[in-house]
T-cell receptor, first 114, second 107 residues
Framework: DSGVTQTPKHLITATGQRVTLRCSPR?????VYWYQQSLDQGLQFLIQ???????AKGNILERFSAQQFPDLHSELNLSSLELGDSALYFC?????????????FGQGTRLTVV | LAKTTQPISMDSYEGQEVNITCSHN???????ITWYQQFPSQGPRFIIQ???TKVTNEVASLFIPADRKSSTLSLPRVSLSDTAVYYC????????FGAGTRLTVKP
């Protein structure tokens, strides 16, 4: 158990819909990262928050948005969903604002868009 | 950002030592080198991190030459359960995982 909790574990929804994925970081970790991993593909970095502020942005689509709340949990919002958005979405957390430290990943949310 | 290059795949047999090399020619002075392991449908897991020379933990060793332009992750006596993708990350702000090295351990 990494200490990072992601909910829900599985999500099935229709095209055009909007979903929210939730991530609770490890206790004390201020940094949260979101990644997308499609079937047999690499990890695509989406966005990072550190202590409530957006710190880095990767290949995040305009249809996607995220935020980190005062209690440090984070939510990734995906809207106008397309079939190609089906993927595993991982959240990671670390104590420092850098992945170049020991980061801990959650078990992921598997999103299926039908 | 330091770009990394790793072999796409490697095969090994149980009980062998496996060495996976990562090239990072543009590594900056204050960059650390971090390795992660990922099993199918699971989030990556931190394996080891180093700055120079050699680092060893209960899972692996990391060898970094003096010029730091490459690093080698060494897995001693691999087992079938070491079959996974291994990623090398370099740089304070490098959050982008490359394609990694897919290691297959055969019986």
């Amino acid at each position: 158990d990494s200490g990072v909790t992601q909910t829900p574990k599985h999500l099935i929804t229709a095209t055009g819909q909007r979903v929210t994925l939730r991530c609770s970081p490890r206790s004390g970790d201020l940094s949260v990262y979101w990644y997308q991993q499609s079937l047999d593909q690499g990890l695509q970095f989406l966005i990072q928050y550190y202590n409530g502020e957006e710190r880095a942005k990767g290949n995040i689509l305009e249809r996607f948005s995220a935020q980190q709340f005062p209690d440090l949990h984070s939510e990734l919002n995906l809207s106008s969903l397309e079939l190609g958005d089906s993927a595993l979405y991982f959240c990671a957390s670390s104590s420092l604002p850098s992945m170049n430290t020991e980061a801990f990943f959650g078990q992921g949310t598997r999103l299926t868009v039908v | 950002l330091a770009k990394t290059t790793q072999p796409i795949s490697m095969d090994s047999y149980e009980g062998q030592e496996v060495n996976i090399t990562c090239s990072h020619n543009n590594i900056a002075t204050n960059d650390y080198i971090t390795w992660y392991q990922q099993f199918p449908s699971q989030g990556p897991r931190f394996i080891i991190q180093g700055y120079k020379t050699k680092v060893t933990n209960e899972v692996a060793s990391l060898f970094i030459p003096a010029d730091r332009k490459s690093s080698t992750l060494s897995l001693p006596r691999v087992s079938l359960s070491d079959t996974a993708v291994y990623y090398c990350l370099v740089g304070i702000n490098d959050m982008r995982f490359g394609a990694g090295t897919r290691l297959t351990v055969k019986p």
